[in-house]
């Protein structure tokens, strides 16, 4: 059995259609695509701060990009920062070790949902993250970790993405 066509298909593109506006309601799914995913004892511990184009969120969010991430991320239709809530509350741990994988699944459901919708999706982390942390001011317990950038593509799909072997998925971690 080959692998689902929708992850195969799926890819990270760098350029984004500037024009395509993504709509509140694409943004209601996306992200209750992403309160479905599974998560250590049902914590959920993730949460998005949305910045749609054509919102004043929007340039709060763009004026930390580095200069990598400058050039392309601003045409995406929607811009989110992902984080995680790392204290685990009626406990005594002062860190969670899931919620960073617990948001990483989120995401990779709104990846998935976005590209069921047409749309595409790249992760990153080339922002000032300090500098966002204080602008957005995220509650005690939550820390920002990524942005997607999502949108319609202004590019097709590569034909050749290599990928690792299965086989170096089973052995490159160990002696």
């Known amino acids: 059995m080959p692998v689902h ?3 195969a298909s799926r890819f990270s593109p760098l350029l984004f259609d500037p024009e395509w506006t993504v709509t509140e309601e694409d943004v209601d799914l996306l ?15 993730w949460a998005y ?5 054509d919102q004043p969120e929007h340039e709060r ?12 991320a601003p045409t995406a239709s929607v811009l989110i920062v992902t984080m995680a809530h790392r204290y685990v509350e009626d406990t005594d741990w002062a860190y969670s070790d899931f919620a960073d ?12 949902q976005a590209h069921a919708m047409n749309l595409a999706c790249r992760q ?9 942390t204080n602008d957005l001011n995220p509650g005690p317990g939550w820390h920002i970790v990524s ?4 949108g319609h593509p202004a590019e097709d799909r ?15 971690p160990w002696d």
């Open 61 to 72: 969010v763009v004026r930390h990009l580095a200069r990598s991430s400058a050039r392309w």
């Open 101 to 112: 994988y617990d948001l990483g699944q989120s995401v990779a459901h709104l990846t998935l």
């Open 49 to 53: 701060f949305v910045a749609r184009r």
């Open 158 to 172: 590569p034909a050749d993405r290599p990928r690792r072997t299965t086989e170096e998925l089973r052995t490159a």
């Open 31 to 45: 992200l209750e695509a992403a309160r479905w995913a599974p998560s250590a004892g049902n914590s959920q511990p």
């Open 147 to 150: 942005i997607i950038a999502a």
């Open 5 to 7: 066509p929708l992850l």
């Open 124 to 132: 990153f982390r080339a922002f000032d993250l300090e500098a966002l």
